[in-house]
């Protein structure tokens, strides 16, 4: 599956923004949709995750009760709702799909990845 991130830009603190990610190629319902962030100099984190029915979502700590992940089968499309947006949260958000039954917060337990969108969040 060919994955694309989009919906990044420059926010304030304190403000929101949506993330899509849109899938195409195979069969976008049979896949586990996860997000990641990359932060200047640190590694990949795992932001947050959605089962294939989309029935079921984990965050990591440090965004619950912040941001919303969400997918629509019909439009092959995952979303990252981010509100309350934080200075630390400024990095390049990716969105992988894997073919687990419960969402992975390993990185290397995606087969596929999109190219990032970057999120900027000024204080």
């Known amino acids: 599956v060919q994955l694309q991130a989009s919906g990044g830009g420059l926010v304030q603190a304190g403000g929101s923004l949506r993330l899509s990610c849109a899938g195409s190629?195979?069969?976008?319902?049979?896949?586990?949709i996860a997000w990641f962030r990359r932060a200047p100099g640190e590694e990949r984190d795992f932001v947050g995750g959605?089962?294939?029915?989309?029935?079921?979502?984990d965050y990591a700590d440090s965004v619950k009760g912040r941001f919303t992940i969400s997918r629509d089968n019909n439009k092959n499309t995952v979303y990252l709702q981010m509100n309350s947006l934080k200075f630390e949260d400024t990095a390049v958000y990716y969105c992988?799909?894997?073919?687990?039954?419960?969402?992975?917060?390993?990185?290397?337990?995606?087969?596929?990845w999109g190219r990032g969108t970057l999120v900027t969040v000024s204080s």
């Open positions: 992988a799909a894997g073919g687990a039954l419960d969402i992975p917060t390993r990185p290397g337990l995606y087969d596929y």
């Open positions: 959605i089962t294939r029915s989309g029935g079921t979502t």
């Open positions: 190629g195979r069969t976008f319902s049979n896949f586990v």
